[in-house]
Structures are given as structure tokens and as C-alpha cells.
């Protein structure tokens, strides 16, 4: 199973429709997905259609040991199934301000829905901040994907980001990696959202070859602004489901492909038959 947390404290980078569309994509492929919304304002649920409103179980009863994940989970559509969440999850970050081990919540209770039902793919949609939410998905996680729109001051925050992956590695999750760097809001028009992929390459190049980040990739697929990405949301619909010919469709596609053919990769080594013996 890979467990993704996509995070990225910068708001507005593209978090969520990441989320989202790399879930359903994931589950369009038949992969069995869980959708995780940590974030207050809800909007990962709302944009699958999920409805968090009155007496629905979310999240927020799992930090607060109510309930388990599998109790909360809803199926959204074929293969994938969301988690929802709504603005009392706003108050987890007070309330777990002395829990003991409040960084392990999320990751127990992950491990307790695994054993359950099996999962190919656990995404994590984070709020906008490096509280305890986000250092929840990041205890849990085994790989980070980072959204980032390149623009002016695109790169500002980043450090403070990667600093967070490096101390929860350090402190909480030794298997934690940041694999990927996703550009959204991607302009093709612009000189600068290339130089700004350049700097980035540069910095990734010249990291401490222990840092969690070392080996992450800036994954080729860009995922350019597209109205129908903007609107799917409204409709309670992925953008494969929404529209499923729009550029938005096609550079989420292509990022969903990548990650399918990174699976490889972390595939135990195959024994050759030949050498079986
Ligand atoms: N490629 C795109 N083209 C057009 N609109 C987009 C694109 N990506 C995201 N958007 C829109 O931009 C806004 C911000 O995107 P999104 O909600 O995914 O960012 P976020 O990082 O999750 O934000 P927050 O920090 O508030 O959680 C949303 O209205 C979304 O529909
Ligand atoms: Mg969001």
C-alpha cells in the first residue's frame, strides 16, 4: 500500500483538486483508494460529493477516539471511498494541544483500517498549515507530494515546509519521503513558472543527500489552469467524471500515470524464474 500525504502549508496551491483528482484517477485505474479530508474547511469531501453536514461522522470523531476510520468512511464512487470532514475538526488542533502521542492518532488508525479492508492507496488532503493535522498525515505517511504553483515567491515557505518533513522524519516517521513535486496552476504562456522549475531543480540537486527530499522529482506532468477544474468542484465531481476531455482531464491523467508506473518501484525485486532455483 502508499500512503500519500499532499501538503503544502501556501494556500490556494492546488492541494485539494490534487487530491481529488489523483484519487479518483487512481481509482478509475481500479486501484482501492481511501481519500482522507484533514482539512476544516471540508472542501476534498464536498468536492466528491460527500455531505458533512448535521449528524454525519467525520474525522473529527476519530481525533477525539469516537470512532474508527472504517466507521467514517463513505464509498464516493467505484474503488474509492472519502472520509469526510467538516469545520469541528478545526478544534482538534486545541483540544489535542496535551493528548500524548497526538501525532500518532491518525497513523493507528490507519494501521486499524488496514487490517480490515486492504487499500491500495491512502491520500491525504491537508489543510493549509504545518500544525498538528498536517504533522498527523506526515506521521502516517510514507510519501509526501508537494502542489506548488510557480509563481513569484513560489519557492518562499518551501524551506520551512521541507524542514517539517526532515524533524518528523527525524522524531516520528524514519520511512517518510518526499517524492514528488507537483506543479499546479501551471501558466505555459510564462518565462517564469519555467525559471521557477529551474531553481527548484537546482535546489533538489544540491540537497543533503540524507534529506527526505533528495530523491523527490518534479513529476512531469504539469497541471495547466483549466476553468473545468475550477468548476468540478461545484458538481460534487472529479474532473474524469466531470469533464472528462478537458485539459484538466488529460495533465491529471498523465500525473495519475506517473504514479501508477512509480509502483515499480517500490514492488519487492521479482526473483527471475531461472535463478528460483
Ligand atoms: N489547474 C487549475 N486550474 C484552474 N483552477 C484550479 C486549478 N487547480 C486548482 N484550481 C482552483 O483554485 C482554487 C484553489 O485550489 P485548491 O482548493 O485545490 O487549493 P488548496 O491548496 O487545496 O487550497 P487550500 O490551501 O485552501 O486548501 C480552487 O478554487 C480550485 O478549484
Ligand atoms: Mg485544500
Redesign the pocket.
Known amino acids: 500500500m502508499r500512503s500519500i500525504c499532499v501538503m503544502?502549508q501556501?494556500?490556494?496551491?492546488?492541494?485539494?483538486?490534487?487530491s481529488v483528482n489523483l484519487a479518483a484517477g487512481l481509482a478509475k485505474l481500479g486501484r482501492r483508494v481511501c481519500l482522507i479530508d484533514l482539512?476544516p474547511?471540508g472542501?476534498a469531501s464536498l468536492h466528491m460529493g460527500v455531505d458533512a453536514f448535521g449528524q454525519t461522522p467525520t474525522v473529527y470523531d476519530v481525533f477525539s477516539g469516537k470512532r474508527s476510520l472504517a466507521d467514517v468512511k463513505q464509498l464516493a464512487v467505484d474503488n474509492m471511498w472519502v472520509v469526510p470532514s467538516d469545520l469541528d475538526l478545526a478544534a482538534t488542533e486545541v483540544e489535542l494541544v496535551d493528548a500524548p502521542g497526538r501525532e500518532m492518532i491518525l497513523r493507528g488508525a490507519i494501521e486499524r483500517l488496514c487490517q480490515q479492508q486492504p487499500f491500495d492507496y491512502i491520500v491525504m488532503?491537508c489543510?493549509?498549515s504545518l500544525g498538528v493535522l498536517t504533522i498527523n498525515a506526515l506521521t502516517a505517511a510514507k510519501e509526501v507530494f508537494i502542489?506548488l504553483q510557480p509563481h513569484f515567491l513560489a519557492l518562499q515557505g518551501l524551506s520551512k515546509l521541507f524542514e517539517t518533513t526532515a524533524l518528523v522524519k527525524r522524531r516520528l516517521n524514519r520511512d517518510l519521503v518526499v517524492s514528488g513535486i507537483v506543479l499546479?496552476?501551471y501558466e505555459t504562456s510564462t518565462r517564469l513558472a519555467a525559471d521557477i522549475t529551474d531553481d527548484l531543480m537546482r535546489f533538489l540537486e544540491h540537497s543533503d543527500p540524507k534529506a527526505p527530499w533528495k530523491n523527490a522529482r518534479i513529476f512531469e506532468s504539469r497541471?495547466?489552469?483549466?476553468?473545468k477544474?475550477?468548476e468540478a468542484?461545484s458538481f460534487g465531481q472529479s474532473i474524469f467524471d466531470y469533464a472528462a476531455k478537458s485539459p484538466?482531464a488529460l495533465d491529471y491523467g498523465a500525473l495519475v500515470a506517473e504514479v501508477v508506473a512509480g509502483e515499480v518501484a517500490i514492488a519487492p525485486p521479482i526473483t527471475p524464474v531461472s535463478d528460483a532455483a
Open positions: 503544502n501556501k494556500g490556494g496551491v492546488g492541494k485539494t483538486t490534487t482539512d474547511q472542501h488532503d489543510p493549509p502542489p499546479c496552476l497541471i495547466r489552469r483549466n476553468i477544474l475550477a468542484p484538466g
